[in-house]
């Protein structure tokens, strides 16, 4: 079997940049010539083995960034984006896609902002109610979208943070554990933290130093809690560093990314990633046994399983998604090359949705997308008590999966007939963007397919897709 080439000229130039080197030297610290580098770059030569094994042994570089699906991400995306109606009649090859993501990243990831820009004004303009009399209409991403993105193209795992939790949790005590260090920590910078009975899940009086947290939680989302307080408090400088480098657009986003990273070093202290990582390996990713080994709950589990991409020591790659009960997309991450609809609803023949048919058990689906590509998706319902009668419940759906080449590390997957292709349900991303002609659940045409319509005739749907 030939060897596939590896054109990966935008990652070597992005390479390059961030090592601060010019192309002469960069192409003489590889050992090629100028020219040689410059074609790579431009993906009108393939890698060269040589050059792989100089980024290892010259610059310490993890050589499978080479291999990240940043491109097949962001065709993705822009798939989606070109489906809407705005651009409905401007038919772009999937070919041209896939260059725009590969050779011209900048220039791509700008359509995309540009796209998402007039998204946000045309839902503005649709809200008459909230948008007459507003003067801060901007054209800018939204601030939500802005840190949902900047999450999903660092592969949802931040490594300075990381490993920042991972240190604090070698200090946690034998007895008292997570929650004693964290207590510990904010009492040497003199704050106090009491169990109260209030409305909000934690509330710091930044003048009395005074740490409250509800004595209706549970105790996982306390202890969460607590150390999402440490990272706010005692962490502030390199939360402060990191959103430096994220370069956000607007206030709004640093702050909501910044409570994005505490969150992120709680569930990384809670689950330092070495020991949870040897423990999901051991336990075949046994959610349930995770949960109780670290004291966190379900969905924090799931969640900590798909950030588990740090370079040289990754774990399985995952997707982890959470949708509410009208099938919204709450939080989504994808180490897979399964891609969510960034708008809309998620695939209603995933089963992540018939999960609140079945509160308290796990779902278990093999599922393949158009591309071919064939997933084991896992999903529970992680409806969330308000702690006291009468107190509105709060209801979600979670999925964690990853591609079938993976089932055998995955104890759910377990005498399921993963070889046989007629036990995979077809899935999509979005009816928009979704190819498949026969779908019984399609809500809306397909843009990119022609439509025939019988007068005398109706099935499932009132169309034919071509």
């Known amino acids: 079997m030939a060897t596939q080439k590896l054109f990966a000229g935008a990652k070597l130039r992005e390479i390059r940049k961030r090592l601060g080197l010019t192309q002469k030297d960069f192409a003489l ?30 610059f310490a570089i993890d050589v499978t960034e080479l291999t990240s699906d940043d491109g097949e991400r962001l065709v993705s995306d822009i ?32 359509f995309l902002n540009l796209h998402r820009a007039y998204r946000q004004t045309h839902e503005r303009l649709a809200s008459l109610d909230e948008a007459l009399g507003r003067q801060d209409a901007l054209t800018q991403a939204s601030p939500w979208d802005e840190v949902r993105d900047f999450f999903h193209y660092c592969d949802n795992y931040i490594d300075a943070v990381d490993r920042a939790a991972e240190r604090f949790a070698e200090t946690a005590p034998e007895h008292g554990g997570i929650q004693a260090a964290a207590i510990s920590a904010l009492e040497s910078i003199g704050v106090r933290v009491t169990l109260e009975s209030i409305n909000a899940l934690r509330r710091y009086d930044d003048q009395r130093k005074v740490l409250s947290l509800s004595d209706l939680a ?25 959103l430096d480098l994220a370069r956000f657009q607007s206030d709004s986003a640093r702050q909501i990314a910044k409570i994005g990273l505490a969150n992120y070093f709680a569930g990384a202290a809670t689950m330092p990633y070495e020991r949870f990582l ?71 023949l995933w089963n992540v949705h018939r999960a609140f048919e079945t509160p308290g058990r796990f779902m278990r689906q093999l599922a393949q997308t158009p591309d071919g590509v064939q997933y084991f998706s896992l999903a529970r319902d ?15 759906a979670i999925a964690l999966g990853c591609e079938i080449k993976h089932a055998d590390k995955i104890v759910y997957a377990d005498n399921m007939d993963i070889s046989s292709d007629a036990s995979f349900e077809p899935i999509g991303i979005s009816c928009r963007i979704c190819e498949r002609p026969d779908c019984h659940q399609r809500s809306v045409p397909p843009l990119e397919r022609k439509l025939t319509i019988h007068e005398n005739e ?9």
């Open 382 to 396: 992680v409806s969330k008590s308000g702690g006291h009668y009468g107190a509105p419940v709060r209801r979600y």
């Open 79 to 110: 798939r989606e984006a070109l489906a809407d109606p705005v651009l409905a009649d401007d038919e772009v090859p999937l070919a041209d896609i896939q260059l725009s993501a590969t050779n011209a990243t900048a220039l791509a990831r700008a």
């Open 29 to 58: 610290n590889l050992g090629v010539s100028l020219p040689y580098l410059n074609q790579m770059e431009n993906n009108n030569r393939p890698v060269a083995t040589t050059v792989v094994l100089a980024l290892a042994s010259e």
């Open 218 to 242: 549970t105790p996982e989302t306390r202890n969460f809690q607590l150390l999402l307080q440490v990272a706010l408090l005692q962490r502030n400088s390199l939360l402060e560093a990191t």
């Open 278 to 348: 040897s423990a999901a390996r051991t336990h075949r990713h046994d959610l349930e046994i995770l949960a109780t080994q670290f004291g966190a709950s379900i969905e924090q589990v799931a969640h900590r399983l798909s950030t588990l991409q740090r370079p040289h020591n990754k774990g399985v790659p995952f997707f982890f998604v959470r949708v509410d009960q009208a099938g919204t997309i709450t939080k989504r991450h994808s180490a897979t090359r399964l891609q969510f609809a960034r708008f809309g609803g998620a695939c209603p």
């Open 458 to 466: 109706r099935g499932v749907i009132p169309y034919e897709v071509g």
